[in-house]
């Protein structure tokens, strides 16, 4: 049985959105949980982390003051306002930039353009062909 690429990858984005729905968050929080889904992906809200997953958009998103992102996907140009405690980058292609990033940034895809404007993370880049860069 043949199941189409781009299918596929939304399935296995959905399990990763789920598989990571606790990374960066504290086992205290007790904060509900959000989700919401469009035509600019999908995001899904577990405690005080956001996972962000989408193929081909442009968006914005907002990590209010200290909220973790985990993003998947390709091909998207996200801008992230606010002030990410710490974010987890998977997928191909994206180009992302970030008002700030405190704590540590990891990237574990392939060929995506990451900025951040300010913070002084650990910086991870796991992935091939990644640029990252402060400016």
């Not at 990858?9 to 205290?28: D, H, K, Y």
Request: with cysteine; proline share 1%.
């Amino acid at each position: 049985m043949h199941i189409p690429t781009r299918i596929a990858g939304i399935g296995a984005l959905a399990i990763a959105a789920v598989a990571i729905a606790g990374c960066g968050s504290n086992g205290t929080d007790t904060t509900s949980s959000t989700a919401t889904a469009g035509k600019s992906g999908a995001q899904v809200e577990v405690g005080n982390t956001i996972n962000y997953g989408s193929f081909g958009t442009t968006t914005e998103l907002d990590c209010a003051d200290g909220k973790s992102l985990n993003v998947g996907g390709s091909n998207n140009t996200l801008t992230v306002k606010g002030s990410c405690s710490s974010v987890n980058i998977g997928g191909a292609d994206n180009k992302i930039t970030f008002d700030k990033v405190d704590k540590e940034l990891s990237v574990v895809g392939l060929n995506n353009t990451v900025t951040y404007k300010g913070g002084e993370p650990k910086v991870n880049n796991l992935g091939s062909g990644n640029t990252i860069n402060k400016g």
